[in-house]
């Protein structure tokens, strides 16, 4: 073969490999700029740990496709509040196996009451009786702390822990009742991480701790209205079943955002806070963020176009 010749055939090959990697890219392509839009995330969850003058934990899942993003996940940070979730997890899961009905009455008492009670302190002891569905309704749309202790006292706050043990989650831990000043003195806090309150969430969510209908009321019930800080820059319709947690230099948040075609976990939690007001900022900042892409991936073809209702363009 002539110099010429063996030209012209490396030319061909060149072209052929070249139209090869393009055709490769090109079906590669839909695939790999949601990808970008994970970047793009992750780049404001660093931006947001860089100017929190805190430290920040932080772990989303896709619930469709499991892909995850992660932050100090493993860390282990006090609960405050969002502990309520596990206790809220261990009364679903007794009433599955018949040792505590939701509809059980139990009679408030005196010894109850403890502070940041709104609801409970306006019952009256010894008279009063409602169902643990109502107790735990309390717990969670006003995070009665008094509410709280009855409940942690019916299920047994070693079952609590049991059941975290039975899924894994050791770091997860029910280690006083609430407004417990002394437990808490004394280093007894409850404490979890990024990664085991999403577990906990995924695991729920999955059904693979309680039944179809149980499932769905525990998280009818997470779902109601709160004041909290994953919501509170996302339109007034999304559905969010979660539980925020306070304490004095820590801001935690943690739950399911039920969005149409595309749930997702987000599990923010922030100690070591300067101010409360910048940890609660952040938690809203990120949620901001994760809502707006798990929006987009739910709304748009592979190519990224998004059609939203009434729009006629072209």
């Not at 702390?145 to 050791?170: E, H, K, P, Q």
Request: one cysteine or more; hydrophobic letters at 40%; aromatic letters at 4%.
């Amino acid at each position: 073969m002539n110099r010429k010749a063996a030209v012209g055939i490396g030319y061909i090959f060149c072209l052929l490999l070249t139209h090869a990697a393009n055709a490769q890219n090109l079906q590669a392509g839909p695939q790999q700029k949601p990808q970008v839009l994970w970047q793009k995330l992750d780049a404001t969850i660093g931006e947001t740990d860089a100017h929190l003058d805190g430290v920040i934990g932080v772990a989303i899942e896709d619930l469709p496709t499991g892909q995850k993003l992660l932050l100090r996940e493993d860390e282990v940070f006090p609960q405050a509040s969002s502990i309520k979730i596990a206790v809220l997890a261990e009364l679903y899961h007794q009433a599955q196996t018949g040792k505590n009905k939701l509809a059980d009455l139990y009679t408030v008492q005196s010894s109850d009451l403890v502070a940041d009670s709104d609801i409970m302190n306006g019952l009256t002891p010894g008279v009063s009786q409602i169902t643990l569905r109502d107790l735990a309704t309390m717990m969670v749309a006003v995070s009665d702390n008094s509410a709280t202790n009855v409940l942690i006292d019916r299920v047994g706050m070693a079952n609590v822990n049991a059941l975290l043990d039975s899924l894994g989650l050791s770091h997860t831990r029910l280690r006083r009742k609430m407004m417990d000043l002394k437990a808490a003195a004394e280093g007894r806090e409850n404490i979890s991480t990024p990664r085991e309150m999403m577990t906990l969430l995924d695991v729920l969510y999955r059904g693979k701790v309680l039944n179809r209908e149980l499932t769905e009321d525990f998280f009818r019930m997470l779902s109601t209205h709160k004041s909290s800080f994953i919501p509170r820059e996302l339109p007034d319709d999304v559905k969010i079943a979660n539980k925020p947690g306070a304490l004095e230099g820590v801001r935690n948040d943690s739950g399911v955002v039920l969005l149409s075609g595309r749930p997702y976990i987000i599990c923010v939690m922030t100690t070591y806070l300067h101010h409360e007001q910048d940890g609660e900022d952040a938690i809203s900042r990120i949620s901001l963020a994760a809502y707006r892409m798990f929006d987009r991936l739910a709304r748009a073809s592979e190519y990224g176009r998004v059609v939203s209702p009434g729009n006629s363009s072209k």
